[in-house]
């Protein structure tokens, strides 16, 4: 966690002043009951109007001060807190986006996004925090127990066993309550999966009929957060009687033996009204800084998150300096002796390709036969665990990502849409085509069709994650943006299979015109739709079945044959 503390650096200043501030603002606090007993001993008791009115103004301009103080602290700190958080963010956002698509698979998307939102607040607010409370509230309790003793030395001694008492419940209160505090977090955040997978997952639900089991599976969810919140409900409920009996003990124990030093001309009542109130200082200040342990111990959670994902580094090298010039001669694409693993078995085995420059390329096998895993290998969204890929001649790791990203474009199989209007998704491969650019492109991906039927054309709204458009909407707005960016080699991996076969066979015949002499490779468990591919390549469990035309494997290929036989 203190590793963070760098980003606390540049606010240097801010850290210093608020507290400053804040220790005046508390000066002034702990003066105020002292001049209360001096107004009542000097002013109200001798109905000297004119002290009471002196002291009264001093105690006003006091108050004044100790506001201005009080906000100047605030300012202070909420301009370090947000920039420490700001800053934070965008560093552990961009680290996040350093990061290799194996590295974000294994943490997974739900804690990155907690670790980029919750924890960096969790931290800001602890920073806001430390500023404005955690120097103020020691020297609160500090301070009382000093002006009870300048005032009077014995009376002082009630003070000064009432404060372990406090703390002593503090203390018991923290711990049995910080970890209901860390049971409760995990609660809500198991709650808001299961809110989350019914809300995304509300057709599959109700088609199979699991309602009443989601039912009882929120209520169970929900019971368990509800019986953490009741049992730390209950240890908070102690709290505020046992202080307050400890208060009202130290009190009555004040006035008792107030009341009998008055009596005997040792002590002045002001002077008793001055130990009520550093009492009840020491109490508010005690509570605090409960609050602030709870508060560093989940901060502590929080930074050691945020500092285990920093640690980690990207496992994939991104090259610098000037693009390779690639070779005429060499393949668009080539792979040798290309092996590839999630973790567990091998994904890809021993895959040999060359794909020609300007040759459409089919690749089809069953399902998990590695398609998908072999196209991401050519867009490098992973390194190969052992062969190498080549681009142009060129291997895939000397290419900068910008230059990667230009040579090779994907539509994956699953469309991801983001909130904005049709024609800015599609330009998201494009920022600066032209509406002619966008429409044709559109039209490639028989896109037109269903565009302009809707109201508002290409300016139309597309809901997050295009939740208002059908599958096959979806797909064929991002084949049209990897139309759009116009790459040499562009890869649609199943970017099809919600088309019907009529749409699916006029945007083949589009693509083909539009990229007569480039290079497209076609992933696709539809052998109609990969047929008429220069080469096709048949994977079977991650190994190269066959590789040749549509004829030579129905000849010379079973794993390709079972497929035609299947789909006949």
Not at 73 to 94: E, I, M, P
Not at 310 to 315: E, I, L, W
Not at 369 to 379: C, E, F, N, P
Request: charged residues 20%; contains cysteine.
């Amino acid at each position: 966690m203190w590793k963070l503390a760098r980003y606390l650096r540049p606010y240097r200043r801010e850290c210093i002043l608020g507290p400053l501030f804040k220790l005046l603002e508390a000066i002034f606090e702990l003066l105020l009951p002292t001049l209360m007993a001096l107004m009542v001993n000097n002013g109200v008791a001798r109905h000297d109007r004119a002290y009471v009115w002196h002291i009264g103004l001093l105690m006003a301009g006091m108050a004044v001060l100790g506001c201005a103080s009080a906000f100047t602290c605030q300012f202070f700190a909420a301009r370090a807190s947000q920039g420490f958080g700001t800053v934070l963010r965008n560093d552990l956002f961009k680290h996040i986006s350093s990061l290799s698509m194996r590295q974000m698979d294994a943490f997974g998307t739900e804690t990155l996004t907690n670790r980029l939102t919750n924890d960096v607040t969790t931290l800001q607010t602890g920073a806001a925090m430390a500023i404005r409370l955690l120097v103020r509230a020691p020297f609160i309790c500090i301070g009382a127990i000093v002006m009870a003793l300048i005032l009077n030395r014995q009376l002082a001694l009630i003070v000064i066993c009432a404060t372990p008492i406090f703390a002593l419940l503090l203390y018991l209160f923290t711990k049995y309550s910080t970890p209901l505090y860390r049971a409760y977090q995990k609660g809500l955040d198991h709650l808001a999966v299961v809110v989350r997978e019914n809300l995304a997952g509300v057709r599959v639900i109700r088609a199979f009929a699991k309602v009443p089991q989601e039912k009882r599976r929120f209520a169970d969810s929900n019971d368990s957060l509800t019986a953490t919140a009741l049992r730390l409900g209950r240890i908070s409920a102690l709290l505020n009687p046992l202080t307050t009996l400890v208060v009202d003990a130290a009190i009555l124990f004040v006035l008792w033996f107030g009341g009998r030093m008055i009596g005997q001309g040792t002590l002045m009542k002001g002077e008793i009204i001055a130990f009520v109130n550093y009492i009840t200082y020491i109490l508010i200040a005690m509570v605090a800084l409960s609050n602030l342990i709870i508060l560093f111990t989940r901060c502590a959670a929080s930074g050691r998150r945020v500092a285990e994902l920093f640690a980690v580094q990207p496992d994939m090298e991104q090259a610098e300096g000037p693009v390779p010039e690639p070779d005429a001669d060499a393949p668009a694409v080539e792979l040798v002796h290309v092996d590839f693993s999630y973790g567990g078995g091998k994904a890809l085995e021993d895959i040999n390709l060359r794909v020609l420059c300007g040759q459409t390329v089919g690749i089809i096998g069953g399902t998990g036969s590695g398609k998908s895993t072999l196209v991401s290998l050519i867009a490098r969204f992973y390194d190969t665990t052992g062969g190498e890929i080549r681009l142009g001649g060129v291997p895939i790791q000397k290419l900068p990502d910008d230059a990667l990203r230009n040579l090779v474009c994907i539509a994956p199989q699953r469309t991801v849409l983001l909130t904005g209007t049709i024609a800015e998704n599609i330009r998201m491969a494009r920022r600066g085509a032209t509406d002619t650019q966008v429409k044709a492109a559109a039209e490639i991906a028989q896109a037109v069709e269903f565009i302009e039927k809707m109201p508002q054309e290409y300016a139309s709204r597309v809901e997050r994650g295009g939740a208002n458009l059908s599958g096959g909407q979806r797909q064929r707005i991002g084949v049209a943006r990897a139309v759009l960016a116009d790459a040499d080699i562009l890869i649609l991996d199943d970017a099809s299979s919600a088309l019907d076969y009529g749409t699916d066979a006029h945007m083949r015949g589009a693509l083909r015109r539009a990229r007569a002499g480039r290079t497209t490779i076609l992933v696709s468990q539809r052998a109609a739709a990969i047929r008429d591919a220069d080469v096709i390549l048949v994977l079977d469990n991650g190994r190269v079945a066959g590789f040749g035309t549509h004829e030579t494997l129905q000849t010379g290929c079973p794993a390709y044959r079972d497929i035609l036989a299947t789909q006949a």
